[in-house]
Structures are given as structure tokens and as C-alpha cells.
């Protein structure tokens, strides 16, 4: 399983930014991807889940409203659509892989970075005042 993300950089507060997620190794229907953020010396933060095999999707109250997160299955992709960014959003984003036959994933354990076992290397998104 690989994942390497990108679409990060620096924008003006207001702006948007799209991430991606390009997954390989593993088949979508049985896994779940989701986005955690980062800032350095902190944990890492749930931002968006997606489920395509029960058609669920989940958000932090921070980024619901402002943030999407869709698949591309063709292209073995999720995209994180953000929109009116805050300075408050700026961190290292990274998608995490979960293998749904191994746990259950609901709307309590969705944000917990250890339901994941697959992650990339991040990429940073920098949102200036």
C-alpha cells in the first residue's frame, strides 16, 4: 500500500486549495481514507473520512461547511476540496488508509489516527492572514 499526497501550499486566508490522495496497493470498496492534519508537536487531528463501500463521509465541526472529501475510484484518488481557509488550518495534511475488515469504523472512532493502518508522508498547507 502506497499513498502520497499533494495540492498543498501557501494561500491567503479566504482562499481554497484541493488536495489529493493517490492511493495504490489496495482496493477501495474494502478500505476507508481519511484526512488528518498535523502541526508540529501536536497530535494529529481527524478532518474527513470517506467510505465508499457504506457510502459515509464524516468532517471535524472546525472544517464542516468549508471542506469536501470525494474518490476518484478510476484514478485511485481522494480529494480534499477546502475552501474559505483560516490561518487556523494551516498544518501538514496526510490521508490515512483503513482496512474495514479488521475494525469498524463509526462516527466516534473515525478521527482516531490508530484506526488507520496505511499513511503517507503528508503535504503542507500553509494559509497566511
Known amino acids: 500500500v502506497q499513498l502520497v499526497e499533494s495540492g498543498g501550499g501557501l494561500v491567503q486566508a479566504g482562499g481554497s486549495l484541493r488536495l489529493s490522495c493517490v492511493a495504490s496497493?489496495?482496493?477501495?470498496?474494502?478500505?476507508?481514507i481519511a484526512w488528518f492534519r498535523q502541526v508540529p508537536g501536536q497530535d494529529q487531528v481527524g478532518v474527513s473520512y470517506?467510505?465508499?463501500?457504506?457510502?459515509?463521509?464524516y468532517y471535524s465541526d472546525s472544517v464542516k461547511g468549508r471542506f469536501t472529501i470525494s474518490t476518484d475510484n478510476a484514478k485511485h484518488t481522494v480529494y480534499l476540496q477546502m475552501n474559505s481557509l483560516k490561518p487556523e488550518d494551516t498544518a501538514i495534511y496526510l490521508c490515512?488508509?483503513?482496512?474495514?475488515?479488521?475494525?469498524?469504523?463509526?462516527?466516534?472512532?473515525?478521527?482516531?489516527?490508530?484506526?488507520?493502518?496505511?499513511w503517507g508522508l503528508g503535504t503542507q498547507v500553509t494559509v497566511a492572514s
Open positions: 470517506i467510505s465508499k463501500r457504506d457510502r459515509l463521509t
Open positions: 490515512g488508509v483503513s482496512a474495514l475488515s479488521l475494525r469498524p469504523i463509526t462516527p466516534s472512532t473515525w478521527d482516531k489516527p490508530w484506526n488507520y493502518d496505511y
Open positions: 496497493g489496495f482496493n477501495f470498496d474494502n478500505y476507508a
